[in-house]
C-alpha cells in the first residue's frame, strides 16, 4: 500500500497558466513532508520542508502547503524552465530518515 | 559549495558481473543514504550510514547488496552477481547530520545489466 501518492501522473500547461500538484501521505505522526525537483538524468533537487499543517513555503513561482493529509505544490505563471518531475516524500512509519516518494508528477510547461 | 558527487555517471555491465558505486557526500555531512529508482517507480531507501554508529540496511533488497563507508566520507555500494532487474539509477544523499535533517542528491548512476 502506497504511502505516498501524488496527483496527476503528468500535468501541461500553458506560459502563465497557474496550477497545483497535490501529494497524499497516509503516515501517521508526519515528521516532515519534503518537496524536490527531478530534472531528466539529473538528482533530485531539494525545494522544501514542511512539517506542521497549516505552514506554508515560497520559492519563487513555487509555494509548498500542507494540511493533515496532504500537501500542495502552487505552481503561479509558470515558465518553460519549471518543466521538470516534482517528487513528494515523507519518512516512513517509525522512521525519521526513510524518506517514502512518490512516483512524482511529470510537468511540461509550454511557451 | 560541492555537491554529492556519484561515480561512475553510467554503467553497463553483464549479468553476473560485480559492480561498485561511489558516493562522495557533501563535507561535513555525516549521515549518507542510498536509495535506487527504478522506471516508473519511486525512489527506494536502500541503506543509511550515521557517523560511527551501525549502518540500517534495511532497505538492502538482497544479499547481493552491500554498502560500506570510510568514517564520514566516502561510501560504495557493491552489488555481487547482477540481474537485469538491478538496471535502474542508484541515488547518493547526504545529510548534515541523520534523523529529519534534509538529504541532498547527487546525480545519480545510470546502470544497465544486459
Known amino acids: 500500500e502506497d504511502q505516498v501518492t501524488q496527483s496527476p501522473e503528468a500535468l501541461r500547461l500553458q506560459e502563465g497558466e497557474s496550477s497545483s500538484l497535490n501529494c497524499s501521505y497516509t503516515?501517521?505522526?508526519?515528521?516532515?513532508l519534503f518537496w524536490y525537483r527531478q530534472d531528466p538524468g539529473k538528482g533530485p533537487e531539494f525545494l522544501f520542508t514542511?512539517?506542521?499543517a497549516g505552514e506554508e513555503k515560497e520559492k519563487e513561482r513555487l509555494k509548498a502547503t500542507l494540511t493533515k493529509k496532504e500537501s500542495f505544490l502552487h505552481i503561479t505563471a509558470p515558465k518553460p524552465e519549471d518543466s521538470a518531475t516534482y517528487l513528494c516524500?515523507?519518512?516512513?512509519?517509525?522512521?525519521?530518515?526513510?524518506?517514502?516518494f512518490g512516483k512524482g508528477t511529470l510537468l511540461t510547461v509550454n511557451p | 559549495g560541492a555537491g554529492v558527487s556519484q561515480s561512475p555517471s553510467n554503467k553497463v555491465t553483464e549479468k553476473g558481473k560485480d559492480v561498485e558505486l561511489r558516493c562522495d557526500p557533501i563535507?561535513?555531512?555525516?549521515?549518507l543514504y542510498w536509495y535506487r529508482q527504478r522506471l516508473g517507480q519511486g525512489l527506494e531507501f536502500l541503506i543509511y550510514?550515521?557517523?560511527?554508529?551501525?549502518?540500517?540496511k534495511s532497505g538492502l533488497p538482497s544479499d547481493r547488496f552491500s554498502a560500506e563507508r570510510t568514517g564520514e566520507s566516502v561510501s560504495t555500494l557493491t552489488i555481487q552477481r547482477t540481474q537485469q532487474e538491478d538496471s535502474a539509477v542508484y541515488l547518493c544523499?547526504?545529510?548534515?547530520?541523520?534523523?529529519?535533517?534534509?538529504?541532498?542528491f547527487g546525480p545519480g548512476t545510470r546502470l544497465l545489466v544486459l
Open positions: 563535507s561535513g555531512h555525516t549521515a
Open positions: 516524500a515523507v519518512p516512513e512509519e517509525g522512521s525519521n530518515y526513510k524518506l517514502t
Open positions: 550510514f550515521q557517523g560511527n554508529s551501525a549502518p540500517d
Open positions: 544523499a547526504s545529510s548534515y547530520q541523520g534523523g529529519r535533517e534534509t538529504q541532498y
Open positions: 514542511l512539517y506542521s
Open positions: 503516515v501517521s505522526g508526519l515528521r516532515g
